[in-house]
């Protein structure tokens, strides 16, 4: 079964522009999530789609953003681009999602570098 | 608040000894707990998870982690460490959140470093 994949893997952007990302699930994945990690925050939850609905929005500002389609593909935009949001920001697909008695574990990709300069 | 803590930013070890790598959480309710590694420009990958049962849960390439209740700890545990076992490893938690809905917390990542 081939894993989660995003894309671009590496984007370099200047402050002000906007970029999107990508990413595909596990097949048969229908929850996907959104990380930004950085060496001092570690991972920073962004939000949770499942079946083309968010389900769960971390604290970030507006500027971030992001939908599922049909297929359970997602994508992650961010706006009017800071310094600040330069990261690896990483994809995770998992079965369903967190629930009162279930608990699944994710499947990550290799993440996007995105470098704001 | 609910959250992960994992005190130590690296730990070393020398290869063929044994490793533990710590992790405490604090979360209302039963935890669910789960260990992921990552290595240089990867994702992370999944180790193992805690849900209930028995307390040592043993999962990927011989790690195991100990679940204690009373001092809310999960801590990874290897009993000989291999050199390509150097890498970052994250501890998570199921937290339930105020929006009524579960998500998943991590710790800030702890460095691995076996030594030849």
């Known amino acids: 079964k081939a894993g989660v994949t995003q894309t671009p893997r590496y984007l370099i952007k200047t402050r002000g522009q906007q970029v999107t990302l990508s990413c595909s699930p596990i097949?048969?994945?229908?929850?996907v999530s959104w990380y930004q990690q950085t060496p001092g925050q570690g991972l920073q939850f962004l939000f949770e789609?499942?079946?083309?609905?968010?389900?769960n929005k971390g604290n970030f500002p507006g500027r971030f953003s992001g939908r599922q389609f049909s297929n359970s593909r997602s994508e992650m935009n961010v706006s009017t681009l800071e310094l600040g949001d330069s990261a690896l920001y990483l994809c995770?697909?998992?079965?369903?999602?967190?629930?009162?008695?279930?608990?699944?574990?994710?499947?990550f990709g290799p993440g996007t570098r995105l470098t704001v300069t | 608040a609910q959250s992960v803590a994992q005190p130590e930013d690296q730990v070393n070890v020398a290869e063929g000894n044994p490793l533990t790598v710590k992790c405490t959480y604090s979360?209302?309710?039963?935890?669910?707990l789960f260990w992921y590694v990552q290595y240089p420009n990867r994702g992370l990958q999944f180790l193992l998870k805690?849900?209930?049962?028995?307390?040592l849960v043993k999962g990927s390439y011989g790690f195991e982690a100990e679940f204690n209740k009373s001092q809310t700890s999960f801590h990874l545990k290897k009993p000989s460490a291999l050199v390509s076992d150097s890498a970052l490893y994250f501890c998570?938690?199921?937290?339930?959140?105020?929006?009524?809905?579960?998500?998943?917390?991590f710790g800030t990542g702890t460095r691995l470093k076996v030594l030849a």
């Open positions: 789609y499942f079946s083309e609905t968010q389900r």
């Open positions: 097949s048969g994945h229908r929850s």
């Open positions: 805690y849900i209930t049962g028995d307390n």
């Open positions: 998570a938690v199921r937290a339930f959140d105020t929006s009524g809905t579960y998500k998943y917390i």
């Open positions: 995770a697909s998992s079965l369903g999602l967190a629930g009162f008695t279930s608990s699944y574990e994710q499947y």
């Open positions: 979360v209302s309710g039963n935890p669910y």
